[in-house]
């Protein structure tokens, strides 16, 4: 299992069916939190996200040094077709709780800031998941990167906020690029996906989040490099983002000062790709599937 040395003392509990970080061991198993089923049936905290079988809690810890705030999420007899999926990509059936739970080690070894884990606990039934969880730490102080840029980015820009945008804009495609460069993506690669957190020196600490779709891909990556990237260009309204901007990000990305032929071949893929995600999303919100785009900025994205 993925780990960088200062995490390497993990717990197993539960007849190893549920791991969890020691130090954070004591607290949960104050509140009776040491088993699968224990955690499966908390009823502690505010729901915060329900989506099929899958569902997202926001619960606090307390004792004698204070409090702990954290994320609970649960999957719940997750659909066959789901997993015979999960299958024939990875030749076997990896549960959703330690799925995000691996890809967030690998993510973290690549020096990319995203949540702090905290554990993860599954069932199984003749090697099918039956039900998992993922426990993190909440990123306090932070916000989704979708949320940040109205907010703080109101336009027109001023020369100093441009500035300011300019080396966000430069972040976002250098942390892109470490984590395509490490053989991982993303697959939800929103702005909704990305939080952003102020520093006291007044700078700004982008974060990788929902990291339950990632993918190490060798086969397929020029694929995922595009959808990535064609996620991101969706999500990213045009008030706030230009031409010049998003030019910006890919020469940032590539690592390069002027584009190639093949450049502006991948440029042209992320630009149809971004099209399509843009009329799918339409589609869904004039349905009434989905009130607003979870991912990023809704109608105003497209």
């Not at 198993?29 to 569902?55: H, I, N, T």
């Not at 039934?125 to 932070?142: C, D, H, K, N, P």
Request: aromatic fraction near 10%; include cysteine.
């Amino acid at each position: 299992m993925p780990q960088n040395q200062e995490d390497s003392d993990l717990a197993l509990l539960d007849r190893g069916r549920m791991v969890m970080r020691s130090s954070f061991l004591p607290l949960f198993l104050q509140y009776g939190l040491g088993g699968v089923q224990a955690v499966m049936d908390f009823r502690g905290g505010e729901l915060f996200k329900e989506q099929g079988p899958r569902s997202v809690s926001r619960f606090s810890l307390v004792d004698g040094e204070g409090k702990g705030s954290f994320f609970l999420k649960r999957h719940r007899r997750p659909p066959l077709r789901q997993q015979i999926r999960e299958l024939l990509n990875r030749g076997k059936v990896v549960s959703g709780g330690r799925r995000e739970w691996e890809n967030i080690w690998k993510i973290r070894q690549l020096g990319i800031p995203t949540v702090d884990p905290v554990g993860f606990g599954e069932k199984r039934r003749w090697g099918w998941e039956v039900e998992s969880f993922l426990i993190s730490q909440e990123l306090t102080g932070a916000c989704r990167l979708s949320e940040y840029l109205p907010r703080h980015f109101l336009l027109p820009l001023d020369p100093a906020l441009l500035l300011r945008k300019r080396h966000l804009v430069r972040q976002l495609a250098l942390l892109v690029r470490r984590m395509h460069e490490g053989g991982l993506f993303h697959r939800d690669l929103y702005l909704g996906h990305l939080f952003v957190r102020p520093q006291e020196e007044g700078g700004l600490e982008l974060y990788l989040m929902d990291l339950q779709r990632v993918i190490p891909s060798r086969w397929r990556a020029h694929r995922w490099r595009v959808k990535d990237l064609a996620s991101l260009n969706f999500s990213a309204p045009k008030g706030w983002f230009t031409l010049t901007d998003r030019l910006r990000f890919y020469t940032e990305y590539r690592g390069i000062t002027r584009l190639s032929r093949s450049d502006k071949d991948i440029i042209r893929r992320i630009s149809r790709k971004s099209h399509r995600i843009s009329s799918h999303t339409r589609k869904l919100l004039e349905k009434g599937e989905i009130q607003n785009a979870p991912w990023g900025f809704g109608r105003d994205a497209a």
